[in-house]
């Protein structure tokens, strides 16, 4: 049974889509990448459910067949040569704010992160200021525990919601439970959040919207922006800053083919127009080489390339854009 023929048996069972080698670029910020063997938006917990049982009962083994999820795809790389197995991206009905109680706010996993950090304005709740220049979404910022401005996602998190693909099962864990580090969570492949609770302050409307105004002033003057880049490419190592030691190194403008260092932001990489996901990835690598080899610091990656990548043979030689 190959995936085309999960694609057919798909077909009219679910209130969302799928479909067989669909094109992933223009779902990322770098916007770059191939094809999704199969594609599916589940529109509801109800079509994850349907996705789950589809693949069992054609016979793919749910805990075998290569699962990613993709949010907002601001944070990863995908490969030229697109994605074995599934990529599943929630849909639109599934980003969606709402309020719990007088201080907590509970949204869908596809709601983008600026979003949910505007419902808590609107309600006069601090905490969810630094979400508003991230661009990911909340499913997104759970796996990743986005952060910045000294606040991450585990916080003010108090739940998520949870469907496991290799067990189809759906179950509320708790923040505590998910077990977050500093960009990063413990949830396994297979595991797709759905929706997240959060617990928020009350505060003065005019200060959160100052916070927020001066995060974004700080951002576009200090940033890129969102298009052809995912942010910053590698962690801060402790007690130092990734972008100060890339550009300590000299590196920045350094370009592999069509990515290079941004000029404004040392750990943002840009892609340029014609450029592959293969250049981001031989430039990450020749990057990190340099700075191994030019200040001592083992830089660890923070995006995540996705599908196959060819051993970077190009480290050696990068140019200056
Ligand atoms: C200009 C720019 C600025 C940024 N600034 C910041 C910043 O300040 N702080 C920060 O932390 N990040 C930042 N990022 C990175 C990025 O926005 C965050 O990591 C964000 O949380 C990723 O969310 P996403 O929905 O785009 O996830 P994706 O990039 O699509 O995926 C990232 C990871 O999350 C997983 N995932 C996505 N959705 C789900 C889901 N529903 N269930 C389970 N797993 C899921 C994916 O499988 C993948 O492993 C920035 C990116 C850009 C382009």
Same mark, same amino acid.
Do not use: W
């Given at each position: 049974m190959n995936l085309d023929q999960v694609a057919t048996r798909l077909r009219g069972r679910l209130a969302g889509r799928s479909a067989a080698h669909f094109p992933l670029a223009r779902l990322t910020?770098?916007? @770059?990448?191939?094809?999704?063997?199969?594609?599916?938006?589940?529109?509801?917990? +109800? /079509? &994850?459910?349907?996705?789950?049982?589809?693949? !069992?009962?054609? *016979?793919?083994?749910?805990?075998?067949?290569?699962?990613?999820? @993709?949010g907002r795809?601001?944070? &990863?790389?995908?490969?030229? /040569?697109?994605?074995?197995? $599934?990529?599943i991206r929630l849909g639109p009905r599934l980003a969606w704010t709402r309020e719990t109680g007088s201080?907590?706010? %509970?949204?869908?996993?596809?709601?983008?992160?600026p979003q949910l950090a505007n419902h808590a304005l609107r309600r006069g709740l601090s905490g969810a200021e630094f979400l508003v220049a991230i661009p990911g979404? $909340?499913?997104? *910022?759970?796996?990743?525990?986005?952060?910045?401005?000294?606040?991450?996602?585990? +916080?003010? @998190?108090?739940?998520?919601?949870i469907f496991d693909l290799s067990t189809l099962s759906v179950k509320e864990r708790l923040a505590g439970q998910l077990g977050f580090g500093y960009r990063c969570s413990e949830l396994s492949a297979s595991e797709v959040v759905v929706e997240a609770s959060f617990d928020l302050k009350v505060a003065a409307d005019s200060s959160i919207r100052e916070r927020m105004e001066a995060y974004r002033r700080h951002r576009a003057k200090t940033q890129p922006?969102?298009?052809?880049?995912?942010?910053?490419?590698?962690?801060?190592?402790?007690? /130092? +800053?990734?972008?100060?030691l890339v550009?300590?190194? =000299?590196?920045?403008?350094? !370009?592999v083919g069509g990515a290079s260092v941004s000029e404004l932001h040392a750990n943002f990489f840009m892609a340029a127009e014609g450029a592959s996901s293969q250049d981001v990835y031989d430039l990450?690598? #020749?990057?990190?080489? !340099?700075? %191994?080899? =030019? #200040?001592?610091?083992? @830089?660890?990656?923070e995006i995540r390339f996705v599908g196959r990548f060819r051993p970077s043979t190009r480290a050696s030689a990068p140019e200056h854009a």
């Open positions: 910020t770098y916007r @770059l990448g191939g094809d999704a063997e199969l594609y599916v938006e589940p529109a509801t917990v +109800s /079509d &994850l459910q349907v996705l789950g049982e589809v693949l !069992r009962d054609s *016979g793919v083994d749910a805990s075998g067949v290569p699962v990613t999820v @993709l795809g601001s944070n &990863l790389v995908v490969s030229d /040569d697109g994605v074995e197995g $599934v990529v201080r907590g706010a %509970r949204a869908g996993a596809a709601t983008p992160l979404s $909340v499913g997104g *910022g759970v796996r990743m525990n986005a952060g910045a401005h000294g606040a991450d996602v585990a +916080s003010i @998190l108090t739940a998520a919601l922006g969102a298009a052809q880049n995912a942010g910053s490419v590698f962690k801060n190592p402790p007690g /130092d +800053s990734a972008g100060r550009e300590a190194c =000299g590196l920045q403008g350094f !370009r990450v690598h #020749a990057v990190a080489e !340099r700075v %191994r080899a =030019g #200040a001592g610091v083992e @830089l660890e990656t």
